[in-house]
């Protein structure tokens, strides 16, 4: 059995002004952190991917809940909502950068994927050692995730509309942090090894342009 890293869990919200000095091409940045408010929360187990935001709000995944917050007119955080769902282990967490109502979690090989708004399950994929997830930013189908194969740690995609799923490189370790470019299909991966790799996603499509009338 795993241990519980912390009994009454807290979660620090911060601000953070960012000031930034030219340094020739480049650009040296200072940020000041200054506590806003101090939300509790539940316990969790060990893992490096328990928060995820969107706009206004943040979700928090505790042991078997989802804890989401929302920022009150004074600039705090207070609790909105919990989600709960079956009694699984949640491990990692993603919110969609496109669809405000839409949040994934990692299960005991699933990808679950959340209607916040409505509080319910809207979709499982299969996905056998599942560790982490990332939802893409420059499409609202696309979720990358890392998975635990044998030795072999595999990176994959997944498309929600359709459940499908494709393996799209092999780590040699767990991917255990995705972190997609904000408007482009390019993703940073952290492994537990320590290797980092970033590269064009060629297996997650762009949208698709508007075709042209050829008349005009």
């Known amino acids: 059995r795993r241990r519980l890293r912390a009994i009454n869990f807290k979660i620090l919200v911060a601000a953070a002004p960012i000031f930034a000095e030219p340094i020739g091409s480049f650009s040296r940045t200072s940020m000041l952190l200054a506590q806003v408010s101090a939300a509790p929360a539940g316990c969790q187990v060990w893992s490096h991917n328990v928060l995820a935001a969107h706009g206004r709000r943040f979700a928090y995944i505790g042991t078997l809940s989802i804890y989401v917050?929302?920022?009150?007119?004074?600039?705090?955080?207070g609790l909105e909502k919990v989600l709960n769902g079956p009694d699984e282990v949640m491990g990692g967490v993603s919110w969609s950068p496109l669809d405000a109502s839409r949040l994934v979690v990692t299960v005991a090989d699933?990808?679950?994927v959340w209607d916040v708004d409505m509080g319910v399950e809207a979709q499982r994929i299969r996905v056998d050692g599942v560790y982490s997830v990332g939802w893409?930013?420059?499409?609202?189908?696309?979720?990358a995730s890392g998975v635990r194969q044998s030795a072999q740690g595999q990176l994959r995609f997944h498309d929600v509309r359709t459940g499908s799923s494709e393996v799209v490189h092999s780590m040699g370790a767990t991917p255990t942090v995705l972190r997609w470019h904000r408007s482009m299909p390019?993703?940073?991966?952290?492994?537990?090894s320590g290797a980092r790799r970033g590269a064009p996603c060629r297996a997650a499509p762009r949208r698709a342009a508007p075709r042209r009338d050829p008349r005009h």
């Open 69 to 77: 917050y929302a920022a009150d007119a004074d600039g705090s955080y």
């Open 110 to 112: 699933h990808l679950v």
């Open 186 to 192: 390019r993703l940073a991966v952290g492994a537990a």
């Open 136 to 143: 893409a930013a420059h499409s609202p189908h696309i979720l």
